[in-house]
T-cell receptor, first 110, second 113 residues
Framework: GIQVEQSPPDLILQEGANSTLRCNFSDSVNNLQWFHQNPWGQLINLFYIPSGTKQNGRLSATTVATERYSLLYISSSQTTDSGVYFCALFLTGGGNKLTFGTGTQLKVEL | KAGVTQTPRYLIKTRGQQVTLSCSPISGHRSVSWYQQTPGQGLQFLFEYFSETQRNKGNFPGRFSGRQFSNSRSEMNVSTLELGDSALYLC????????????FGQGTRLTVV
């Protein structure tokens, strides 16, 4: 089956620092989403991004489907950015089934 | 508009019992998918329903089942609960087509004792 690898697995930042999270995948995808899982478990939508670059405030994402990777940039990090970040893929021919990466656990400290 | 609503939020059951979880999708969304999240296995796809039909199924035993009603609300059922079924169960709602953006509910945290 498809392999979805996220790096780094864990990340500790000082407030105000920038970071880049990476998602590599081994198969062609129909679409891709980035989520932030809050401490209560809910998955919050960050980006729905099959290709190209999108920005939303301090966050931006870039997907290069032909090279099978996506990047999530967090600038000027805040303590509220802490949590787990997942990329999830819709595979070609997979309907609405999402295949999730293993996640990046981010902790932002004062 | 209202988001995806899952009930109950927390549940404690005994081994051998069965449980039913509910998910109400975003108004107008016709696709509902279910996922199980455990520390060891991560987030895994259970099944997807669209227009009351199961459209996709993950690799879970037959004890896990689901259904979707005409108003797009969905339920999943787990029979003969095992300790390993303790997990966060998440429901996702999508508009219709394949690969459309998914929105998740707050989840149901099931503990089997």
């Amino acid at each position: 089956g498809i392999q979805v690898e996220q790096s780094p697995p864990d990340l500790i930042l000082q407030e105000g620092a920038n970071s880049t999270l990476r998602c590599n995948f081994s198969d062609s995808v129909n679409n891709l989403q980035w989520f932030h899982q809050n401490p209560w478990g809910q998955l919050i939508n960050l980006f729905y991004i099959p290709s190209g670059t999108k920005q939303n405030g301090r966050l931006s994402a870039t997907t290069v489907a032909t090279e099978r990777y996506s990047l999530l940039y967090i600038s000027s990090s805040q303590t509220t950015d802490s949590g787990v970040y997942f990329c999830a893929l819709f595979l070609t021919g997979g309907g609405n089934k999402l295949t999730f990466g293993t996640g990046t656990q981010l902790k932002v400290e004062l | 508009k209202a988001g995806v609503t899952q009930t109950p939020r927390y549940l404690i059951k005994t081994r051998g019992q069965q449980v039913t979880l509910s998910c109400s999708p975003i108004s107008g969304h016709r696709s509902v998918s279910w996922y199980q999240q455990t520390p060891g296995q991560g987030l895994q796809f259970l099944f997807e329903y669209f227009s009351e039909t199961q459209r996709n199924k993950g690799n879970f035993p037959g004890r896990f089942s689901g259904r979707q009603f005409s108003n797009s609300r969905s339920e999943m059922n787990v029979s003969t609960l095992e300790l390993g079924d303790s997990a966060l169960y998440l429901c996702a709602s999508s508009f219709a087509g394949r690969g459309t953006e998914a929105f998740f509910g707050q989840g149901t945290r099931l503990t089997v004792v």
